[in-house]
């Protein structure tokens, strides 16, 4: 059973980080992109960023040098820095493991939540 659960978010201040952290279990880790999307209140879901099996890491505009995705193969760990945090990155935070061959996930988690603001 593929399970993927989000943890690390919370309240925090405009220009502050956070760390999220996605626990992985039921597949192998190790041989799977990985995907962080977020979904805004009232907004679709939006993609922030992505992993490869190789570790090679892509991001959306939006959030360019202010995020770092990473994994840790070893600990089936998925993680996401979020530094110099605004208001507009306010929302739910999902990772999400993608179909072999192809851009679409198969899988996803709860998420978890993020809130920036003073």
């Known amino acids: 059973q593929v399970q993927l659960v989000e943890s690390g978010g919370g309240l925090v201040q405009p220009g502050g980080s956070l760390r999220l952290s996605c626990a992985a279990s039921g597949f192998t880790f190790s041989g799977y992109w990985m995907y962080w999307v977020r979904q805004a209140p009232g907004k679709g879901l939006e993609w922030v960023s992505a992993i490869n099996a190789g570790g090679a890491t892509y991001y959306a505009d939006s959030v360019k040098g202010r995020f770092t995705i990473s994994r840790d193969n070893a600990k089936n760990t998925l993680c996401l820095q979020m530094n110099s945090l605004k208001p507009e990155d306010t929302a739910l935070y999902y990772c999400?493991?993608?179909?072999?061959?192809?851009?679409?996930?198969?899988?996803w988690g709860n998420g978890t939540l993020v809130t920036v603001s003073s």
């Open positions: 999400a493991r993608v179909k072999n061959g192809e851009y679409a996930m198969d899988y």
